[in-house]
């Protein structure tokens, strides 16, 4: 019996890149960036689903603003993928980005297994990614609505957290969902890791566009009606869809955990451990890049001397160091950042940043 699933690949590209500023802007957000390597992010996310065992792959479906459609485009091309690009006239959170994605993906009558990725995500081990993907595909190809819970290794505060319950009887692993959890503070944060059966919240998902679709009429019907709508009235432009503005932008935005996770009865957790990072601070940057004996991760032209735990980005002025520990210094074109890695998440307060 062929047990081949169809997995279409989505990745959402929505949001801005101010936790990143200098170097990402809200007009070239860090999901178009090549932070760890050559490939932007967006192309790294599309990359690390080839060849996943027990799948065969669709083209993918790529939601994002307006914006960015021709970049994407052109670094779909890059990659040789030509993929269907469903571009929001303005950005309504996850449950609406999904039922965009969801009925792009069924218009032909298919019901693929989505994969929803967002694009800014750093994963290191990427054959532990693609085992957990090929046992929660086959669970969304069964019926499931599959969530990937991030195993924690610190308390960390900036992530929200899942609770597994009881592990399925089907043996494959994965568990109920019991909740998700907000942000915590450091102390809850430590509960949990200490607790054992919470995970960090990835915002990675498996499930048959059907089966989500079903389940936010259940329980969203007014964003499942909405959507239709936007969409009902939307163009085609290449492999582009504009879905109708004025019907999208009436839209309630929702996320995807509120509107369908946690009220849905077919939830699932599959556990995984795979060196994950959303690359939402510089502190977060510099953990996920090669380190040098001290610590130090460097990219342009820089020399250190006596440091420790230092990141430095420069697009091209060289920078000299000496004598520091856990601190940033980013230069991007005419904008200068220098921070400490404690303050890293506070970016976003800067008047600088919150202009771009």
Not at 287 to 311: M, T, Y
């Amino acid at each position: 019996m062929n047990t081949t699933t169809l997995l279409q690949p989505v990745v959402l590209s929505g949001g801005s890149g101010t936790r990143l500023w200098p170097l990402s802007r809200e007009k070239y957000p860090k999901q178009l960036l090549s932070l760890m390597g050559e490939d932007s992010l967006l192309q790294a996310t599309l990359r690390r689903v080839e060849g996943i065992a027990g799948a065969d792959l669709a083209e993918p479906v790529v939601v994002c603003n307006e914006e960015y459609r021709f970049v994407i485009a052109e670094q779909l091309r890059l990659m040789g993928q030509s993929g269907r690009i469903v571009l929001e006239p303005t950005g309504r959170n996850t449950a609406p980005a999904l039922t965009l994605a969801a009925l792009a993906a069924s218009n032909s009558g298919a019901d693929p297994v989505l994969l929803v990725m967002p694009a800014d995500h750093v994963i290191t081990d990427v054959a532990a990614f693609q085992a957990a993907v090929s046992k929660g595909a086959a669970l969304a190809a069964a019926g499931a609505v599959v969530t990937f819970g991030i195993t924690p290794d610190a308390p960390e505060t900036g992530y929200g957290y899942i609770q597994r319950g009881q592990a399925l009887a089907d043996g494959s692993g994965a568990f109920a969902l019991a909740r998700f959890v907000e942000k915590p503070d450091l102390a809850t944060a430590q509960g949990f890791l200490d607790d054992g059966n919470y995970s960090w919240n990835g915002g990675i998902f498996a499930f048959r566009a059907g089966a989500f679709m079903a389940e936010l009429a259940a329980h969203r019907p007014d964003i499942a009606a909405a959507v239709r709508e936007a969409v009902a009235l939307g163009r085609e432009d290449g492999n582009a869809f504009y879905p109708d503005a004025a019907s999208f932008g009436r839209i309630k935005g929702e996320s995807v955990d509120y509107a369908v996770m946690e009220k849905t009865a077919r939830a699932a957790v599959v556990p995984v451990a795979m060196g994950w990072s959303d690359i939402g601070n510089w502190h977060a940057l510099r953990d996920a890049r090669p380190a040098d004996g001290e610590g130090n991760r460097i990219h342009g032209p820089a020399e250190l001397v006596d440091c420790r735990n230092v990141l430095v980005e420069t697009d091209g002025p060289r920078v000299s160091v000496i004598g520091l520990e856990d601190i940033a210094i980013v230069i991007n074109g005419d904008e200068v950042l220098v921070t400490t890695m404690a303050g890293a998440q506070k970016v976003g307060k800067l008047t600088g940043a919150v202009k771009q």
